[in-house]
């Protein structure tokens, strides 16, 4: 057994997935491979944190009604958030009469919840999880930075939090993609304390886990058709990529970030899309596609920094963390490489 | 299997605990039980924050020396706090070079923590890991309600948050007490608004658990020595105990609150301690010494409140949720009963 490599003898599939974004979202690269496309960033709402929790908690919903199941058939939900004490997971999860296992994991929370739900699968603990969540730009605004209403202007290497959120039904028996290994992330921090740089604040924890789980599985880059990033954006991808050669690994032409692909090239994303939404609507949306469509091993590395506005203003740098998966929809067994 | 329990055939044991309390805890009823007896509530820190997760990291930290091992034979942390993003427990875990698996469960994350590690043993993906979590009443008090400073009268359904912090180490070896089941808890909301009847939030939740664990594992409150819950206060246990009644179920006898145990009954606690700390510091000191004095079969569930600030001020209810596991000194085999 390595340290935090866990393989799943089982290997849990993915039997549907859900995504909800937002207006912005809708419009990107990726609007088209959302299942549900909002025109108002509010949701019907009133508030923008109910708007959240209202994404997210229909994202279950619906992975649930696409799986063919209903919650009779779910033993638990596993879901985290970016809100202070992850309300919009747990006034979701209020909704359905099934098992809540709360997350966080900032960003990193799509993976996570990914992890810890192929265990108890392949474990033997449950037969079929949920694992979600998501984001909402103007509630990450206001509780992590300025009310919208100031209008501040955004430097250079920001990135936007992405509205929308994703879930996925894992389970023992079906026929789509398995989960066949699991990296659980560190904590790394390489004293950033630039809270609008959070690429160059979490490039180093995905750096650790990724060559950790090189190392520890006795693999290379060569052996995976994608390895997906979070939400490192532009700067924090190729920050990525320097580390990894550094370390002696090329993975530059296989490396995709969820934060690069979410938005068109425009002015006001700058380094491009983030929050836990970012990964959760392009593994649940695009990637899903891509790994029922043909057969694909790919690593799926959500990203996440570690802050609070309360260790900002005491002083603090920003530690990060990654969890990985591997997800492989190729036929046939599943093996490390 | 049941919906929510889940049995552990390799019963994980726990072959460690460590404890460390502020200056209040110290004085009172479980004092002569905590590992580390604080006689300043900053813990030599410049902020109660900092302190708090000082408190954290020194109980994990210790809680591996004291099962002889270091860092190097720990596969993972398992934590989680009250404050906004968790960051007491990520910032502690920033100091182990081991992976780390931040949770969220408000106050029950003791023992979602404890779950959850067992799962990771049991399932043969990890050998040890440490579950831990803590809390700081200054720190609970100015993120939650108000200044300390401000000096609000405090009214008489209030409970005080626990200063203290504990961290157990579970092994798939050794000789400790074992777990041998958990029942993960269901979001349960019965529409209670006073943010400081936080007893009779968490209550419905407690009992919804408790119930269904009878039902699934077919057991009874005689079959256990101790229920344990972690801190409905005076009101909020003895509503659960009414709430159980009406199930069917007589537990008074051998119900005890950790928030009922952990202060001297004194006027300005009201209805006895909380916070996430609260459970930790007496299952991994008063209990734990039971344990490994003398064979006993209980139930620990720690009990949360799933409220932020934002939702309060937005109108909502107070969601609660608490997660349960079995605890078994006794020799021979750990059967259901």
Redesign the interface.
């Known amino acids: 057994?390595g340290?935090?490599t866990?393989y799943f003898k089982s290997a849990p599939r993915i039997i549907a997935t859900y995504t909800v974004g937002g207006p912005k979202e809708s419009e990107g690269p990726l609007g088209k491979y959302l299942h549900q496309r909002l025109s108002d960033d509010k949701f019907g709402e009133?508030?923008f944190?109910?708007a959240e929790r209202k994404m997210l908690s229909y994202a279950i919903d619906h992975a649930v009604l696409s799986s063919a199941r209903n919650f009779d058939g779910i033993?638990?939900v596993l879901s985290?958030d970016?809100?202070?004490?992850?309300?919009s997971a747990?006034?979701a999860?209020?909704e359905f009469?099934?098992?809540?296992?709360?997350?966080?994991?900032?960003c990193s929370t799509m993976s996570?919840s990914l992890s810890?739900g192929a265990?108890?699968i392949?474990?033997?603990?449950?037969?079929t999880v949920v694992c979600a969540t998501g984001s909402h730009f103007a509630s990450a605004e206001r509780?992590y930075r300025f009310p919208l209403e100031l209008g501040c202007t955004r430097p250079p290497c920001a990135q936007w939090t992405v509205t929308g959120a994703g879930a996925t039904v894992l389970s023992k028996e079906g026929n789509g993609p398995k989960i066949t290994m699991a990296t659980?992330?560190?904590?790394?921090?390489f004293g950033v304390t630039d809270v609008n740089n959070m690429g160059a604040a979490m490039a180093p924890a995905a750096a650790d886990t990724l060559y950790r789980h090189f190392r520890e599985t006795d693999s290379r880059p060569e052996d995976y058709d994608y390895i997906v990033t979070g939400d490192l954006g532009a700067y924090g991808s190729s920050l990525m990529d320097a580390l990894m050669k550094d370390k002696g690994y090329s993975i530059s032409s296989r490396h995709m970030d969820c934060g690069k692909m979410v938005y068109h090239p425009a002015e006001t994303e700058f380094q491009g899309g983030s929050g836990a939404g970012c990964s959760a609507i392009t593994l649940n949306s695009y990637f899903y596609r891509e790994l029922t469509q043909k057969p694909i091993k790919m690593i799926f590395m959500a990203t996440g920094a570690?802050?609070?506005?309360?260790?900002s203003q005491?002083g603090?740098s920003v530690?990060a963390?990654s969890h990985l998966v591997v997800i492989d929809s190729r036929r046939g067994e599943a093996k490390c490489r």
Not at 97 to 106: C, E, H, Q, T
Not at 306 to 311: A, H, I, M, V
């Open positions: 057994m340290r935090g866990v009133k508030t944190e109910k033993d638990a985290g970016l809100l202070n004490q992850i309300v747990s006034f999860a209020r009469d099934v098992p809540f296992i709360g997350l966080y994991s900032a996570e810890l265990c108890l392949d474990g033997g603990y449950m037969d509780q659980f992330g560190r904590v790394v921090d570690l802050l609070s506005t309360t260790t005491q603090e530690p963390i």
